[in-house]
């Protein structure tokens, strides 16, 4: 058999496993988007040990630490749950273990990565369980919708950041920086220069935009980097859970805070991403069973190894509207963080403003996700609008939920519309005629009320059948009000008619940047195995 024949095969292998044709890409796309993803992402090994380094992490181990989990959990999300997304060191996370844990509560290393282990666990468990499932099931569509947009703007704030255009200011915490300098000129140029390639459908448009940035980074200041290559360093760390079996309250509320962020993080941003991608199926994406455990797995090696929990990249994004849709985006990504192991001084050396402009238009392709959203409905708005903004406001993707649900559970007590959902607790529910019918001959042959209500139904409402059914089916459209029932064509995935109207009134890859699934079901489809 010839190389080529070799080569065909292989490449109908990873084709066949990956679902590549099937989701509308290439193999080349898919690595092309893999290493766009994997350079918008990279500033990762440079900051995450700098801000480590401040609780006595040697910098070195920390940066082998952050590529090792980074590389493992990106893999296996690729391998297993087949999705274009990066898994990596949350930023919060670790500004979180350095100034609140170590140095705000005096806890060792130790403790604090003990922490971090049980959350991992935490998570794993939840996830095996499919309890995340319910968790994120119960999470309005609006707050879904809304999420995506604060992503947006989350990335616009850090691309804008990086260029030097927003600035820390003391009177009125951010400001205009200075925009006669060469950052804020590469910034604006490399923006030009993607955008204009993205209008012109130029494959590689996010990748050639970004080389170019940064050679010219590099050229006009003469800032080559010193060396290429460099041994990576490694070191395992002991871990103490005295303080956790003591049950510290310490350390277990550090537990909790660990687990929600993951589980949130993860689950908007996979909702976001997936949106993006077009590979939402009806209320959910496929493979987020196997994603959480690649997560849990990579924030477990990682403590041991020396770094923080591990969540989602929001840049992401970057390789998906380079054309990413399948999880060889993800196992391209993972290959190159292996290959960061040796080549630390080139990624070191590459300037904040190289991903800068991606990061800004990824976030404008982002804000087309709002115009789902029922702004007439203030129970559906404030919330939506909380979601949006607290995420840029605290560089946190979870806090922005939080926000939104908290705010979604307060107008769902204020408006009296918790009235209203308990009182459709006590209809019958698809299934429950059946279980009267078949019951006791007694109850067979009593006589229905005036009302069409059964005597035994009336009597106990808050049976555990029809509870558990209703609050994944109901609570979404109680808490939210967006009136979707009369509107469906403002909820994609809500039900079969809502995608088919969506589809129906928008041409495909239009302005929300994703594809709509025409009849996708309501509910998480089986993920085979390795897929």
């Given at each position: 058999?010839?190389?080529?024949?070799?080569?065909?095969k292989?490449?109908?292998?990873?084709?066949?496993?990956?679902?590549?044709?099937k989701?509308?890409?290439?193999?080349?796309?898919?690595?092309?988007?893999?290493f766009?993803s994997?350079l918008?992402?990279?500033?990762?090994l440079?900051?995450?040990?700098?801000?480590?380094?401040?609780?006595g992490?040697?910098?070195?181990?920390?940066?082998?630490?952050?590529?090792?989990s980074s590389?493992?959990?990106?893999?296996?999300?690729?391998?297993?749950?087949?999705?274009p997304m990066?898994?990596?060191p949350?930023m919060?996370?670790?500004?979180f273990?350095?100034?609140s844990?170590?140095?705000?509560?005096?806890?060792?290393?130790?403790?604090?990565?003990?922490c971090c282990?049980?959350?991992?666990?935490?998570v794993?468990?939840?996830?095996?369980?499919?309890?995340?499932?319910?968790?994120l099931?119960?999470?309005?569509n609006?707050i879904?919708?809304?999420?995506?947009?604060?992503?947006?703007?989350?990335?616009?704030?850090?691309?804008?950041?990086?260029a030097g255009?927003?600035?820390?200011n003391?009177?009125t915490?951010?400001?205009l920086?200075?925009?006669?300098t060469?950052?804020?000129?590469?910034a604006?140029?490399?923006?030009?220069?993607?955008?204009?390639?993205?209008y012109?459908?130029?494959?590689?448009s996010?990748?050639?935009?970004?080389?170019?940035?940064?050679?010219?980074y590099f050229?006009?200041l003469?800032?080559?980097?010193?060396k290429?290559?460099a041994l990576?360093?490694?070191?395992?760390f002991?871990?103490d859970?005295s303080?956790?079996?003591?049950?510290?309250?310490?350390?277990?509320?550090?537990i909790?805070?660990?687990?929600?962020?993951?589980?949130?993080?993860?689950?908007?941003?996979?909702?976001g991403?997936?949106?993006?991608?077009?590979?939402v199926?009806?209320?959910s994406?496929?493979?987020?069973i196997?994603?959480?455990l690649?997560?849990a797995a990579?924030?477990?090696f990682?403590?041991l190894?020396?770094?923080?929990p591990?969540?989602i990249?929001?840049e992401?994004?970057?390789?998906?509207?380079?054309?990413?849709?399948t999880?060889?985006?993800?196992v391209?990504?993972?290959?190159c963080?292996?290959?960061?192991l040796?080549?630390?001084?080139v990624i070191?050396?590459?300037p904040?403003?190289?991903?800068?402009?991606?990061?800004?238009?990824?976030?404008?392709m982002m804000?087309?996700?709002?115009?789902?959203?029922?702004?007439t409905?203030m129970?559906?708005?404030?919330?939506a609008f909380l979601t949006?903004?607290i995420?840029?406001f605290?560089?946190?993707i979870a806090?922005g939920?939080?926000?939104?649900?908290?705010?979604?559970?307060?107008?769902?007590?204020?408006?009296?519309?918790?009235?209203?959902?308990f009182?459709?607790?006590?209809k019958?529910?698809?299934?429950?005629?059946?279980?009267?019918e078949?019951?006791d001959?007694?109850a067979?042959?009593?006589?229905?009320?005036?009302?069409?209500e059964?005597?035994r139904?009336?009597?106990?409402?808050?049976?555990?059948?029809?509870m558990?059914h209703?609050?994944?089916a109901?609570?979404?459209?109680?808490?939210?009000?967006?009136h979707?029932?009369?509107?469906?064509?403002?909820l994609?995935?809500?039900?079969?008619?809502?995608?088919?109207?969506?589809?129906?009134?928008?041409?495909?890859?239009?302005?929300?940047?994703?594809?709509i699934?025409?009849?996708?079901?309501?509910?998480?489809?089986?993920?085979?195995?390795?897929?």
């Amino acid at each position: 058999m010839s190389n080529t024949d070799l080569m065909t095969k292989f490449g109908s292998m990873l084709d066949s496993y990956f679902l590549i044709s099937k989701r509308g890409s290439s193999i080349g796309v898919e690595m092309r988007a893999g290493f766009s993803s994997f350079l918008t992402v990279a500033y990762i090994l440079v900051v995450n040990p700098q801000i480590l380094s401040g609780a006595g992490l040697p910098i070195n181990s920390v940066t082998t630490s952050t590529a090792l989990s980074s590389a493992i959990a990106t893999f296996l999300t690729g391998v297993f749950a087949n999705l274009p997304m990066v898994i990596s060191p949350g930023m919060g996370l670790n500004a979180f273990l350095v100034f609140s844990q170590v140095l705000g509560l005096g806890v060792s290393l130790p403790q604090a990565f003990a922490c971090c282990i049980v959350a991992s666990v935490v998570v794993a468990v939840l996830a095996v369980l499919k309890a995340l499932n319910i968790i994120l099931a119960l999470v309005p569509n609006t707050i879904k919708l809304a999420t995506v947009v604060g992503m947006g703007l989350l990335l616009s704030l850090i691309g804008l950041q990086s260029a030097g255009v927003v600035v820390a200011n003391e009177d009125t915490m951010v400001g205009l920086g200075d925009l006669a300098t060469l950052n804020v000129a590469l910034a604006v140029g490399g923006l030009a220069l993607i955008a204009s390639l993205h209008y012109n459908k130029v494959r590689g448009s996010i990748l050639i935009g970004m080389t170019v940035t940064a050679l010219s980074y590099f050229t006009i200041l003469n800032k080559w980097p010193a060396k290429v290559f460099a041994l990576p360093e490694i070191q395992f760390f002991p871990h103490d859970f005295s303080q956790i079996q003591a049950m510290n309250p310490s350390a277990i509320s550090a537990i909790i805070a660990y687990t929600l962020v993951m589980v949130f993080d993860i689950g908007g941003a996979m909702f976001g991403l997936g949106k993006l991608a077009g590979i939402v199926s009806g209320n959910s994406v496929p493979g987020s069973i196997p994603l959480f455990l690649s997560a849990a797995a990579g924030t477990a090696f990682g403590a041991l190894t020396g770094t923080t929990p591990l969540i989602i990249a929001a840049e992401s994004a970057v390789g998906i509207k380079e054309g990413g849709r399948t999880g060889l985006v993800a196992v391209t990504a993972s290959l190159c963080f292996l290959i960061s192991l040796f080549l630390a001084p080139v990624i070191q050396a590459l300037p904040p403003v190289t991903t800068a402009p991606v990061l800004v238009l990824v976030g404008a392709m982002m804000m087309g996700e709002a115009g789902h959203i029922d702004w007439t409905v203030m129970t559906s708005a404030v919330p939506a609008f909380l979601t949006m903004v607290i995420q840029p406001f605290t560089f946190s993707i979870a806090n922005g939920i939080y926000a939104g649900l908290a705010f979604s559970v307060i107008l769902f007590f204020f408006t009296g519309d918790f009235l209203v959902y308990f009182r459709n607790l006590s209809k019958p529910f698809p299934g429950e005629e059946m279980e009267e019918e078949h019951g006791d001959d007694d109850a067979h042959h009593e006589p229905l009320l005036s009302g069409g209500e059964h005597p035994r139904r009336i009597s106990s409402p808050f049976n555990y059948t029809r509870m558990s059914h209703r609050i994944t089916a109901d609570i979404q459209d109680v808490i939210s009000r967006s009136h979707y029932d009369r509107t469906p064509e403002l909820l994609i995935g809500s039900s079969r008619q809502g995608s088919d109207a969506l589809a129906r009134s928008l041409p495909a890859n239009s302005q929300t940047g994703f594809d709509i699934p025409r009849s996708s079901p309501p509910m998480y489809p089986p993920v085979p195995s390795g897929h």
